[in-house]
């Protein structure tokens, strides 16, 4: 089945604790991206990747990092978490032709505290 | 950069009532259109999308959308809604070439009632 894998679902840490969440897609896609949401505002684009090593920021980099080593794999990591960056996460991927829309991932709610 | 603006944040209808949601965007170029729906507790899925041909296109779950170029708006359209429509709708926009962010809007959040 063709899908993007994101791990953990719920997330609960400490202001200040690394964390990494995981994104997989199986459909070999080149570009990938991850989107918070948050009430009110919508989908924010954070980073995206147009293929292996070639990453960008999106509108709300601030706090977040991101790694794109294989095709198929485009990691978020938040080397010091703080409580404004608790929202629900999303990781999208897409082929080269665009038009066929972005498969997005399950979400993970994460909570800083 | 382009820019994406849904004209409701919330929406309340009875079961049976017709559904149009607005949808603006701000872009100078060609651009490929999409509405996405979000469920409760769950993860956005693809209703349709436009990026050529008939700018009337139809999508999953007897939703519609009409592509106006010159009132720059995709506007999303279902003749008679369901109580299981309840869901968050997000209008999203990317230009049509290269590589750029797909943009969302803010979201409605349709309410229907039985």
């Known amino acids: 089945e063709a899908q993007v894998t994101q791990n953990p679902r719920y997330l609960i840490t400490v202001t200040g604790k690394k964390l990494t969440v995981t994104c997989s897609q199986n459909?070999?896609?080149?570009?990938m991206s991850w989107y918070r949401q948050d009430p009110g505002l919508g989908l924010r684009q954070i980073y995206y990747?147009?293929?292996?090593?070639?990453?960008d920021k999106g509108d709300v980099p601030e706090g977040y990092k991101v790694s794109r080593k294989e095709k198929r794999n485009f990691p978020l990591i938040l080397e010091s978490p703080s409580p404004n960056q608790t929202s629900l996460y999303f990781c999208?991927?897409?082929?080269?032709?665009?038009?066929?829309?972005?498969?997005f991932g399950s979400g993970t709610r994460l909570t800083v505290v | 950069a382009q820019s994406v603006s849904q004209h409701n944040h919330h929406v309340i209808l009875s079961e049976a009532a017709s559904l149009e949601l607005g949808c603006n965007y701000s872009?100078?170029?060609?651009?490929?259109l999409f509405w996405y729906v979000q469920y409760p507790g769950q993860h956005l899925q693809l209703l349709l999308k436009?990026?050529?041909?008939?700018?009337l296109v139809k999508g999953i779950k007897g939703f519609e959308a009409e592509f106006i170029k010159s009132k720059f708006s995709f506007n999303l359209r279902k003749p008679s809604v369901q109580w299981s429509d309840t869901a968050e709708y997000f209008c999203?926009?990317?230009?049509?070439?290269?590589?750029?962010?797909?943009?969302f809007g803010k979201g409605t959040m349709l309410l229907v009632s039985p």
């Open positions: 990747s147009m293929n292996v090593e070639v990453t």
């Open positions: 999203a926009v990317t230009p049509n070439s290269g590589y750029s962010t797909l943009t």
């Open positions: 436009y990026f050529s041909g008939d700018p």
């Open positions: 872009y100078g170029g060609t651009v490929n």
């Open positions: 459909m070999n896609h080149e570009y």
């Open positions: 999208a991927s897409s082929s080269q032709d665009r038009g066929r829309g972005y498969t």
